[in-house]
């Protein structure tokens, strides 16, 4: 595996052009990482470590800055460039406008960064302009990297999933990493056991099938049943949303497609094709609109009930082979919180972390924090305080008010003194509220900066915001926000969810006090508020819960359908000004649409 990733770095390096480095090596000013550095004979300082990392694949590119093991600023440049997963931007891609971010936020420039690392599966046009800098690492690894170092666990099993990663040549043909095993501790990342399906090439690299993959079998359901997001890649989220719509109709059948034994899924090419031949087939024979939509539930929730067994059966297998006590899980396929539920329920595991980035986005943080604790060789410790994944920038008040000035006649505005206070009455009276403060969160979940909240106790919020707000399909749920010293009464779980990645029940005596926010089968992708992540939001669940004894709040992301979450103060009063938004909450600003008075 070694030597096949040298020869995918070597290769890269000859199509970029880079002269080779060691891995680690520092640009020539600096001596070495985090040691004193002697500046005179009567003046020592020591150096802070900044890493850059880049990551993505063909979709979801990012970029990470960590100084000292400490992550400063990340953001996705769909953010910035406004195109969903930033999906298709050709050679727009090159501006890599997320550096330029990052680097901004700390105050630097690129000649103050040691090491640039990416993982060697993104493409090389986002790494362009550092191509005499890159350090590669895998796409797995990033992945794995991104989860362990960013969890509360000193030790830990990793397990990563998704449809397709880093590839190697064997015997003639191209295989990728699908499914890796890994143990975790202070000395870093040991490989367990890594799994690569034979890669079928297509003309375009979205489409092109991997072997014995779940990610990939995930997502091939989701586009045969008509689920597609930019770029005609699978949109998983809406199929894991319509799965509780269905019946077990082709549980039994969907099991035929492949075989899962001693911590191996295996799943041919014939495998895959038979799969979507019978997805077209039994859409095909269904007579009527509704019988189509009876047939797209039924094979979803047939994909979510394998991929839950599958991944409960590699995750057994995991804890067998390394007896650990904690999980951290990474990859595409750890975006589904409902098996990450299961996993908690149904497995020897008794803590389980799944970073915020989970997707590929995350690899950016994976690059950055491997960087520094794999190539720089620093011992991992985890920190006390919960992984914060609030790390855009800060807007700053003349920003905000000159967002406002540009549509001034469009809007009427007041600054509060109560802000906490008016907004919650105003949530609670029915008004649908755009809520954008301070940093903005990584990964692809609103968690409280970037949100549009409202309440959950009406029935018909949920239908509201589908239609007049989000502009999608009116099966769609929405995830509840609860305060950490209530989540108990609402939901089945004490365990905290800070990211939106479990998916417990809601508690059967208060589905009807918040079935905005319960969906079909009773369960909720909730997340729990804690002070020492989100202290205005806190303030503000507190506020609502004075006025209707309901410490819950209806979160989704906010944007509009097929956007990427808002990031500027403009992005947002334009996304206001084109929605049913009642109220749009900037900071310390509450705006109304309408003349200025």
């Not at 350090?135 to 990563?160: C, K, M, N, Q």
Request: aromatic content about 8%; hydrophobic content about 40%.
């Amino acid at each position: 595996m070694r030597a096949a990733a040298r020869a995918t770095r070597t290769l890269r390096d000859q199509l970029l052009g880079r002269p080779r480095r060691s891995a680690g090596e520092l640009r020539p000013d600096r001596r070495a990482y985090g040691r004193q550095v002697t500046e005179s004979d009567d003046e020592q300082r020591t150096a802070v470590v900044r890493i850059l990392g880049l990551g993505g694949s063909h979709h979801d590119f990012c970029a990470c800055l960590i100084e000292d093991g400490r992550v400063v600023s990340a953001i996705e440049e769909e953010r910035l460039t406004r195109k969903k997963i930033a999906f298709g931007l050709g050679p727009r891609l090159q501006r890599c406008l997320s550096a330029d971010y990052v680097l901004s936020e700390a105050g630097v420039g690129i000649d103050d960064v040691d090491l640039v690392v990416a993982n060697d599966f993104v493409n090389p046009v986002f790494t362009l302009r550092f191509r005499d800098r890159v350090d590669w690492i895998g796409h797995h690894l990033s992945h794995a990297a991104s989860t362990f170092y960013t969890s509360p666990f000193e030790r830990a099993a990793v397990l990563v999933m998704d449809g397709r990663g880093s590839t190697v040549a064997r015997n003639g043909e191209l295989y990728g990493e699908t499914i890796s095993f890994y143990t975790a501790g202070p000395d870093g990342l040991q490989v367990v056991r890594g799994l690569h399906g034979r890669v079928t090439l297509t003309d375009r690299r979205s489409e092109d099938p991997y072997e014995d993959s779940v990610g990939w079998m995930y997502e091939a359901v989701s586009k045969a049943i008509g689920f597609l997001t930019s770029g005609g890649m699978g949109a998983p989220g809406k199929t894991m949303g319509l799965a509780p719509y269905g019946t077990p109709r082709y549980v039994q059948a969907l099991g035929e497609f492949y075989v899962l034994r001693d911590g191996e899924f295996r799943q041919s090419t014939s495998q895959q094709i038979a799969l979507r031949t019978l997805i077209e087939r039994e859409l095909a024979r269904a007579g009527t609109p509704a019988a189509r939509d009876e047939v797209r539930a039924d094979f979803a929730y047939a994909v979510q009930e394998h991929t839950e067994r599958i991944v409960i059966a590699l995750v057994r297998w995991l804890h067998e082979k390394t007896g650990a006590r904690d999980l951290c899980l990474a990859g595409g396929v750890a975006l589904n919180s409902v098996a990450n539920y299961k996993l908690l329920e149904q497995t020897p595991f008794e803590r389980i972390h799944v970073v915020p980035a989970a997707g590929d986005q995350g690899t950016a943080l994976g690059a950055a924090l491997h960087g520094y604790y794999g190539l720089a060789g620093n011992s991992w410790k985890p920190a006390p305080e919960p992984f914060s994944p609030y790390l855009g920038r800060t807007y700053g008040a003349a920003e905000i008010d000159a967002a406002i000035e540009a549509e001034q006649d469009r809007l009427q505005t007041v600054r509060p003194d109560d802000l906490h206070g008016h907004v919650a009455k105003e949530l609670a009276s029915g008004a649908i509220v755009g809520w954008f403060q301070g940093r903005s969160e990584i990964g692809p979940r609103a968690l409280g900066n970037r949100s549009i909240l409202a309440d959950p106790r009406a029935a018909e919020m949920k239908d509201r915001i589908n239609a007049k707000v989000k502009h999608r399909e009116a099966f769609r749920p929405f995830a509840p926000v609860v305060l950490h010293e209530r989540q108990e009464e609402f939901f089945t779980t004490a365990v905290p969810t800070p990211y939106m990645l479990m998916v417990p029940d809601v508690r059967e005596d208060r589905r009807d006090v918040i079935p905005a926010v319960t969906h079909v089968d009773g369960s909720a992708r909730m997340q729990t508020a804690l002070p020492e992540l989100n202290p205005g939001l806190c303030e503000l669940l507190r506020a609502f819960d004075r006025i209707t004894g309901v410490p819950v709040l209806l979160n989704t992301s906010f944007n509009d359908n097929e956007e990427p979450i808002v990031e500027t103060p403009q992005d947002a009063v334009r996304c206001f000004l084109k929605t049913e938004l009642d109220l749009l909450v900037l900071g310390d600003v509450v705006l109304r649409k309408g003349p200025k008075a």
